[in-house]
């Protein structure tokens, strides 16, 4: 079973430009999350999708970050202009339908983009 | 206050060593429990559920404790190969995990 795939693994770019990651989660896992450490922090989330919707988005840290996740396959996450905060390792990850599991929500995780904005 | 917190280490140990984490959470409406294992420049991948009654895995132990919000985690018999950050991770019940910053682990021989 392939597992969770990000593009690119690591990307460098200017302050100010345009930046997006992709994720491609397990096939057949309807929850797909976005994940960021930023250096010397913990993992925080940032939005969770079930299918195309988008269920929880409070993490996300303002309106230059732009999820979407088209046909509730692959999503991608644009930040637009990048800033020097934004450099960090970004992570996605999917799950099946937590409902069938007790609630307990296991998550894979795919081996992230690094994004470094200079 | 962060919501989970760890002792971020690095905790030096020999091989055939046990050693024991310990993690705190805030939120006293967590509902799940997990111990991730993240490699150098890896992904965090699930080591294992820690449950109410207590689990063991081989050589790794978690326990819980829901009046204190804590939980620990217990490796027997060190091997070079479990050196690695352990992060400590609470679902506070809406489908979002909430991570601790890690405790590394270096064994050596």
């Known amino acids: 079973e392939a597992g969770v795939t990000q593009f690119p693994s690591h990307s460098v770019i200017e302050k100010g430009q345009t930046v997006t990651l992709r994720c491609d989660p397990i096939?057949?896992?309807?929850?797909l999350y976005w994940y960021r450490r930023v250096m010397g922090k913990e993992i925080k989330f940032l939005l969770h999708?079930?299918?195309?919707?988008?269920?929880?988005e409070s993490g996300m840290p303002n309106n230059r970050f732009l999820a979407e996740r088209t046909g509730g396959t692959y999503s991608t996450l644009k930040v637009q202009p990048a800033e020097l905060e934004d450099s960090g390792v970004y992570f996605c990850?999917?799950?099946?339908?937590?409902?069938?599991?007790?609630?307990?929500?296991?998550?894979?995780f795919g081996a992230g983009s690094r994004l470094t904005v200079l | 206050r962060k919501e989970v917190e760890q002792d971020p280490g690095p905790f030096n140990v020999p091989e055939g060593a046990t050693v024991a984490f310990n993690c705190t959470y805030s939120?006293?409406?967590?509902?799940?429990f997990f111990w991730y294992r993240q490699d150098c420049r890896k992904e965090p991948k699930l080591l294992m559920s820690?449950?109410?009654s207590g689990n063991e895995d081989g050589r790794f132990t978690a326990q819980l404790n829901r009046a204190s919000q804590y939980i620990s985690l217990l490796i027997r018999d060190s091997k070079l190969s479990d050196s690695a950050t352990y992060l400590c991770?609470?679902?506070?019940?809406?489908?979002?995990?909430?991570f601790g910053t890690g405790t590394r682990l270096l064994v050596s021989p």
């Open positions: 990850a999917s799950s099946q339908d937590y409902r069938g599991t007790g609630g307990a929500n296991v998550l894979t």
């Open positions: 096939s057949g896992h309807d929850n």
């Open positions: 999708f079930v299918k195309e919707s988008k269920q929880d």
């Open positions: 939120n006293s409406a967590s509902q799940s």
């Open positions: 820690v449950y109410s």
């Open positions: 991770v609470v679902n506070t019940g809406f489908q979002k995990l909430v």
